[in-house]
């Protein structure tokens, strides 16, 4: 199949090759949605911790005697029944969230991905993204030109001078193919993607 290919200024010039494999693979919804979900997950820290009844300050001597005060029977304040009480089922620091994805599975969400971008006008090729100097404002206008405001840009080579200047740069994100992901396949307006990448590009999800 046939890829549009962009000028300096952001116009279709003409068509590149690419294989089929990877942009013209059908469309699967729900492997898709699998993968995004499964690389989000994978990306959480179990960080967050809760306390039980063992652990929160409280005394051991019962509130108020056993009966004629017309309340529930109560032994401590750490109950999770009360404010100020244990949780019943506490989350843990090591608590693990990570789902597993199979490598076959993952080679053909990411080709679904790409072959989606193609059709909804969302990916194109570049001879390739560079700047003289490692200057924000020098890549800023040269996407500019290009009519790009939202971009990911898949370099078969990030030098320096590309890597500082695109960093600070919220709406664009330059990396090799193998750092390619689906949330951020995803998440950007427009997909570039090297001539050079694409041979790459085919090894890893062909």
Known sequence: MQLEF??????AAS???????VFGRDYNESLIHQLVVAYQANARQGTRAQKDREQVKHSTRKPFRQKGTGNARAGMTSSPLWRGGGRIFPNSPDENFSQKINKKMYRA???????????????AVVESIKVDSPKTKALADKLKAMKLDSVLVISDEVDENLYLAS???GNVLVIEPRY?????????????VTKGAIDKLKEMFA
Not at 109 to 123: K, T
Not at 180 to 192: E, G, I, M, N, Q
């Open 109 to 123: 969400g990411m080709a679904s991905i790409f072959s989606q971008l193609v059709r909804e006008g969302r990916l």
């Open 167 to 169: 960093r600070n740069l």
């Open 6 to 11: 962009l000028n300096d200024q952001g116009l």
């Open 180 to 192: 390619a992901d689906p949330v951020s396949l995803v998440h950007y307006k427009k997909v570039l």
């Open 15 to 21: 068509k590149v090759d690419a294989p089929e494999t």
